[in-house]
């Protein structure tokens, strides 16, 4: 009997539990209209609800709908852009989302002054169970919001206690109103699919109010959709556009060694041409591009416009002209950048992509000599070297290309900037040389023959265009020396090590391969862990590098493995002798080096020694037999070798 009584209990306890539960009051907030304000704050409205939601919700008996379910109903409803609700849409809203009660309103802001005004009304008699307004500065919007919750939560038909009043009205997503705002943009442009605004909506709500969390998340939210969004349009397009070069490829096949250059041989090949572009097949195009000038006898020019309509019946074009009708035919469209191909290749074809037919140095390079060292992209023979060939291999191809030209005739073809093709490819020579293999007697060679070739009788006499030239050729003789100088320094740093080398140390170091790096060397146990961070954080910058980017490739090889040499002469290098064994060694070599160095005239050189010498002079001062902190003396080896190492990278003790 007692056993059937307390299950009776129990199953009355859930029905009754049940019961509340269904009992509770349901309320959708619906996005507050826009009244009188400007278009910098739309989407306020619906910042604001949420922020009605968040306070609303701490309610324990009252359920509120998502906002995910309220858009959706918004939108299968056409009812996102409509503007105010008024109550009967309300209704059918309430009605839709199951609701007993929905809040509506509308927000105003007029100068400083920020308006607020709601009403609740009952979903099943459509009654207005009541309405309230607030008011206040825009820089106190959050009190104005909680002053309107205070009066409308009365109507709800649920007990609050003065707990969770407290809590309703303490809490606050951002107290910036420039934040929040830029936030409510977002949401707005997140609903309406414009991924892009509203990613740079809330990135501007961060940079007023970087700790508010919501639109920290909704950006990681968006990123994640923008990426997701891109990767499958990429790959997409990726697929259209490979149907598509794979059938200009088919169409027009390479060209035979007696081949006529005429206007349809000519227009397939730049087609042709355009897909290798856009597949990135640099070593194919550039080989065909050659073969190109061999059947041109290396005097290209544009094909002759036609005597006749072609058999479409088309009137005779021009060059540009049959080619934009022959890619109309062929389907064939320039990569979109929205689809991650090449940049170039969404001017494959257009006029500038057209102007390599103009001319022989206009096939190997459509810009100047500038512009080409700049990194610049074009569809020139230049182009698709430097796609095919190591920096290395580069300088063979280029002194192969001088040697063609020559034979050409066209060595003194004067071109962009007023440089001749022969000054042009002993400079483009030289930055390539100098840009990724430094300083060399035969960089210094070519240099001196331009110079040589540039230089000027008669100064005083000469005609403004040979001056012109020699003003060009020395300075860009400077840019390589300079250029060169840069990846010596980089050198030094790394200790001599090629970059390839100090990613394989880095690795080492980073994971404290034993193989690589030893702490057994009374100065090593600090110093290895010191750089071990340093390391992994090097090899990290190393990952976003693109291939071609000289300069910050050598930086970050240079900063990232500036450490060897510290740690070689240290002893902390697996089978590198130990140059120093002890700290007061260290200290020794460091005040010699600052004694022996001549000042150069505040030059960073001086700059770096003198930071030597500051550092040394400090640990002269500190008495003998002082305690030291455990690891103190092997940070200061490092302090000393440290200096003494960016100083030498200078060049300074040279």
Known sequence: MVNALVGLWLVLGVVLGQA????????????????????????????????LVTDLSKIPDLELVERDRLQELLDEMNLAETGFLDEKTAQKLGHGLGA????????????????????????????????ADASGSVTDFVTVEKDLVEAL?????????????????????????????????????????????????????????????????????????????????????????????????????????????????????????????????????????????????????????????????????????????????????????????????????????NQIFDSTFEFITPIGLSQVVRGDEHSGLLASMEGCFAPEDRLG?????????????????????????????DLYWGYTHARWLGASPELTKRSERVLRRTKLDDPVNAAEDDKDRERESVRHIEYIVRDAGNIEKWKRQRGG???????VYLRGLASLDPEVVTSEPVMCGWMVDHTSSMAAMALDGFADIEDDDWMLIGVRSGTGGNSQPILRRAGCLVGE????????????????????????????????????????SSLEAIPAGAPM??????????????????????????
């Open 153 to 353: 939560v009365g109507a709800l038909d649920v007990e609050v206690s003065s707990g969770v009043r407290r809590q309703m009205l303490l809490g606050a997503p951002t107290e910036d109103f420039g934040a929040f705002s830029a936030y409510g943009e977002g949401i707005q442009r997140q609903d309406e699919g414009d991924l892009e605004a509203a990613r740079q909506a809330f990135e501007k709500a961060l940079t007023h109010d970087p700790e508010f969390d919501a639109a920290q998340a909704s950006l990681s939210q968006v990123r994640a959709m923008l990426a997701e969004f891109k990767a499958e349009r990429t790959e997409k397009f990726h697929a259209v556009y490979g149907e598509m070069n794979k059938r200009a490829l088919d169409a027009f096949g390479e060209l035979p060694a007696d081949a006529e250059l005429d206007m349809d041989t000519v227009v397939g090949f730049s087609l042709r041409l355009a897909a290798l572009e856009n597949e990135e097949r640099d070593c194919q195009r550039y080989r065909e591009m050659w073969a190109f000038l061999d059947a041109s006898d290396w005097a290209v020019s544009e094909p002759e416009k036609r005597d006749v309509p072609d058999p479409e019946g088309r009137k005779a074009q021009q060059f540009s002209g049959e080619l934009k009708w022959e890619a109309v035919d062929q389907s064939f469209v320039p990569y979109s950048r929205d689809a991650g191909g090449p940049d170039i290749a969404a001017k494959s074809l257009n006029s500038r992509y």
């Open 20 to 51: 509340h539960a269904q009992a509770r009051p349901t309320l959708a907030v619906l996005p507050l209209d826009k009244a009188s304000a400007s278009e910098q704050y739309d989407g306020l409205g619906k910042a604001l609800a949420g922020m």
């Open 397 to 425: 191809e280029i002194d192969r290309l001088a040697k063609a030209l020559d034979e050409a005739g066209f060595s003194e073809e004067m071109v962009r900037g007023d440089v001749a093709v022969a000054d042009f490819l």
């Open 577 to 616: 002798p130990a140059e120093f064994e002890t700290f007061d060694q260290v200290l020794a070599f460091g005040k010699e080096a600052h004694s022996t160095y001549e000042r150069r005239g505040e030059t960073s050189c001086d700059s770096y020694v003198r930071g030597l010498g500051q550092i040394v």
């Open 497 to 503: 090590m090629s970059v390839e080398e100090t990613q």
């Open 100 to 131: 007993k009660f929905v809040l509506t309103g509308s927000y105003s802001v007029v100068a400083d002054t920020f308006l607020l005004d709601a009403r609740v009304i009952e979903v099943e008699s459509g009654t207005i169970r009541n309405a």
């Open 629 to 654: 902190m455990e690891g103190y003396d092997s940070m200061q080896a490092w302090n000393i070798l440290n200096m003494f190492s960016m100083a030498d990278a200078e060049g300074c003790f040279d």
